[in-house]
């Protein structure tokens, strides 16, 4: 497992943060108003805040408690409360490896050299929660490893699986360009209460 | 649980409050309270009798053998005072987490935007900290900050000047400019209920000059405050405060933070603390 998805890019759209997170690594995703995708660590690094609670200024991202801002870098730029202070180098938020393809964004926690997951022509549809994991939805497909599963239906669905906890994970869901997005949605919610064994 | 944790005295109910009796969490244990006539009593889960004290609205017990008198603040006697109780509010972060923000101006002009602070006001400060070893407290003064609304009695913008005082564990009292008496101070205090390490109720007290504001208003003004607080608590990670430098990075504006973590690592406090760095 190299590339995870962690969200979509339509959700995900310039000047915004959301929370994301792969099992116990917790990330703040955002975009910046160029369009390019950052994961962090959700953590300032001055009182541990969650960044993902942050707000987009420009090109970095600020933290809500104190509004310390960090650049693209993950280094921190600003400290309102000592405005004329340049802050050390050594004041810098954990990066993690981050693209956006497809319309997917994409973190590899590892080197980030494998290649990424090929969509074909697919375009994104949504992004469903799951009450059970990402090992248990491969297993229920019958695949070992659940980065992209490619499902038989009258979408050309594929799944690209975000792994939360051990009891939970996120189906990010393309289709063909063609199909039906309310239709889509049908399609996975049905998948959804098969996968969560609940009886529909 | 050690002596330096249990010989404290706890703030766990407000005295206007107490009917029926009632069950609640001090340090992770099971006590019970209410009230016979005028006296009001606590018991441990053995139903043994613990220590009280009534003061400041509030009542307070120690599961323990505290060494001293609970402390007491002079300036709340005075005559015009208003008595304030604020209520409670509960909050999933450690009680020290709790206290640490009560200490921190630097967040008012993001979390408290407008009202509290306001950009481009943001700059702190130097202002004097220490621990006064004759009474074991950490005091902060010399603290000013411009506030757009400063307390529910201000009419515009000041510069507000504020002084830190930490008595006990999880107390703090704040002295601040009040805005219809100058030369007087507003007192709010922040009595923080450890109910587990990772979980607190939130008891805010103030005595102060204001003739216009009803009860309500000033109720109001500070719970607002309280839950835009609460918004960030339960956000902070970890979830205990951690008393080893190197986890979290503080800057001059974080001086009183580091004096209040100082002071618990030196009387030992540990409880809802992180001692080993990450």
């Known amino acids: ?200 | 649980m050690s002596a330096a944790i249990d010989n404290h005295w706890y703030p766990v109910a407000m005295i206007s409050g107490i009917d029926a009796p009632r069950e609640t969490l001090l340090l992770g244990k099971k006590i019970s309270l209410g009230r016979d006539g005028g006296a009001c009593w606590v018991k441990n889960a053995q139903g043994t009798p613990l220590p009280t004290v009534e003061r400041f609205g509030h009542l307070w017990t120690s599961p323990g053998q505290p060494n001293r008198d609970l402390f007491t603040i002079p300036e709340a006697d005075s005559p015009g005072r208003r008595l304030v109780d604020v209520g409670s509010v509960k909050v999933k972060c450690s009680p020290l987490r709790a206290v640490e923000n009560f200490l921190d101006i630097a967040h008012f002009p993001f979390v408290h935007t407008d009202i509290l602070g306001a950009e481009p006001h943001t700059e702190v400060d130097r202002y004097d900290v220490k621990i006064r070893e004759e009474v074991d407290e950490v005091w902060a003064t010399k603290v000013k900050f411009y506030q757009p609304q400063a307390a529910k009695s201000a009419a515009g913008g000041i510069t507000t000047e504020y002084m830190y005082r930490v008595p006990a564990p999880t107390c703090s009292v704040l002295y601040k400019t009040c805005p219809p008496r100058p030369g007087e101070w507003d007192i709010i205090t922040l009595f923080v209920q450890p109910l587990t390490d990772e979980w607190c109720e939130v008891w805010p007290w103030m005595a102060l000059y204001d003739d216009d504001s009803t009860m309500s208003e000033m109720v109001s003004f500070q719970q607002l405050i309280f839950m835009q607080d609460r918004s960030i608590l339960e956000n902070q990670l970890p979830r205990k405060l951690p008393l080893d430098p190197g986890m979290e990075v503080p800057t001059q504006a974080d001086m009183t933070s580091v004096a209040y973590r100082r002071w618990l690592k030196k009387i030992g406090y540990t409880y809802g603390a992180k001692l080993v760095a990450a």
Not at chain 1, 137 to 144: D, K, S
Request: net charge negative; glycine share 8%; proline share 9%.
């Open chain 1, 1 to 200: 497992m190299d590339w995870i998805a962690v969200g979509l890019a339509q959700d995900v759209p310039p000047g915004v943060v959301i929370p994301s997170r792969i099992e116990d690594t917790e990330m703040a995703i955002w975009c910046t108003p160029s369009g390019r995708y950052h994961a962090w660590s959700d953590r300032c690094p001055h009182r541990g805040m969650r960044l993902s609670h942050g707000f987009v200024r420009g090109e970095t991202l600020a933290c809500i408690y104190h509004g310390w801002q960090y650049n693209e870098t993950g280094s921190c730029d600003y400290i309102p409360a000592h405005p004329k202070l340049t802050p050390p180098d050594t004041i810098c938020v954990p990066t993690y490896t981050c693209v956006e393809d497809g319309g997917v964004i994409w973190v590899s926690l590892n080197s980030g050299n494998d290649p990424l997951p090929a969509l074909g022509a697919r375009v994104p549809i949504r992004s469903v929660p799951v009450s059970l994991s990402a090992k248990d939805v491969a297993a229920h497909f019958g695949t070992a490893g659940f980065t992209t599963i490619a499902v038989v239906s009258d979408y050309d669905t594929l799944l690209a699986v975000q792994p939360c906890t051990d009891t939970s994970c996120i189906l990010h869901v393309l289709a063909t360009p063609d199909a039906d997005p309310k239709a889509v949605s049908r399609w996975v919610e049905e998948l959804r209460t098969t996968l969560e064994g609940v009886p529909a």
